[in-house]
Structures are given as structure tokens and as C-alpha cells.
């Protein structure tokens, strides 16, 4: 059974700071590795993926990959209370499915 | 691009009747689409990968007879809950993957809106 683990939170961060969301994966072959954030009551949205090992950045947000420890990360820059919901780690099996963490529940206080 | 939608929204039925909850992907063709349930403060749960043409493949554990899934076209699928319980009571989410995507990876996969059913 392949597995997706986060913190299930809460992390509190104050407005403006770097908000650091982890998540580790147990099949090593895993290719793909997505961040989605849910806002309470709605569904997912897709932040950004990531395919290799190192950082990625788009605008505030940076998605790091280390296949060798099998960790995923997501880093908020200045952390805004609208950046506040759940968000979900996911990891491609093979070219199809996802699978999903249980989510890590950001909270930023103004 | 890559925006799913939903119908219903939201929906309120009575125990023992059918419910049809629709998914179109209304700027791309999708070939495949999953079907996922989430329960309140609970992570998505994977019901089914939907393939156009083709039999729903299930998860473990969903009764196929029971959550009934067409994907007759390349922008929609349907899953119909047959005999609705109030344990079915729960937000049902479609998605979509993109893979004629230009800017993404063709492996990410965009949500809809979501149903909210409500058994009594």
C-alpha cells in the first residue's frame, strides 16, 4: 500500500513569514509529486508540481524534492491569512492515479 | 484552461433514491477522470479512475454496483449512487487530467467544484 504521511497540523505562522509544509512517501519509484491546497468546504486546487530533484518556484511558492529521502516540501514566502486552508500532498502512481496525504492545516494570523 | 465543472452542486435526497452527479471538462478533452469522496475533515478518498469508452476501474472497498460510473464522452462523466443511504451522505469530487496541456505535465489533475449529497 503505497503512503503519503503529513503533519496533520495545525502550523501557525504569523503574517509574513515562511510557512514550511512537509510530506514523505513510502514507494521509492515515484515519479510525480504534486501540492494542492483545499479551502475549508471546497475542493482542491492545484499549487504546483514537481518531477525533479531540487526547487522549484513559482511566485511565493517553492516545491523542494529529494528522491533520495523521499520528501516533499512546500515553502510559502510571506505568508498572506488568505494562504490559510488545508494542504494536500500528492504523489502519481505511475502515470495514473494519486495518492493523497491527509493534509497539513495552515493557519496564518494577521 | 484545464476548468472542470460539476452538477449539482449540492443536492438533498431521500433514503433508497438515485442520484446522478455529473463532470464536464468544458476547455479540454479528458479521457480520464476520477471520482472521490471525502468525508467532513477527512482526507480525498479515491472511489474509481473513469476511462472514456471503457469500464470504471474501483478501489478496493467501493461497491461498483452501487456507485455507477459512465464516461461516455471525452468531456463528461457521470457517477450515479444507486439506493442513496444516509452513510452516503458526503462531498463527491470529480477531476480531470489534462494531457494535450501545454504548460503543465499532463499527469496533474484539476477539480471540480464538487457535490454536496445530503441522505435523509
Sequence with gaps: QKEVEQNSGPLSVPEGAIASLNCTYSDRGSQSFFWYRQYSGKSPELIMFIYSNGDKEDGRFTAQLNKASQYVSLLIRDSQPSDSATYLCAVGEGFQKLVFGTGTRLLVSP | ?120
Aim: proline fraction near 3%; aromatic fraction near 10%; charged fraction near 15%.
Design chain 2, 1 to 120: 484552461g484545464a476548468v472542470v465543472s460539476q452538477h449539482p452542486s449540492w443536492v438533498i435526497c431521500k433514503s433508497g433514491t438515485s442520484v446522478k452527479i455529473e463532470c464536464r471538462s468544458l476547455d479540454f478533452q479528458a479521457t480520464t477522470m476520477f471520482w472521490y469522496r471525502q468525508f467532513p475533515k477527512q482526507s480525498l478518498m479515491l472511489m474509481a479512475t473513469s476511462n472514456e469508452g471503457s469500464k470504471a476501474t474501483y478501489e478496493q472497498g467501493v461497491e461498483k454496483d452501487k456507485f455507477l460510473i459512465n464516461h461516455a464522452s471525452l468531456t463528461l462523466s457521470t457517477l450515479t449512487v444507486t439506493s442513496a443511504h444516509p452513510e452516503d451522505s458526503s462531498f463527491y469530487i470529480c477531476s480531470a487530467r489534462d494531457y494535450g496541456s501545454t504548460s503543465g505535465s499532463g499527469n496533474e489533475q484539476f477539480f471540480g467544484p464538487g457535490t454536496r449529497l445530503t441522505v435523509l
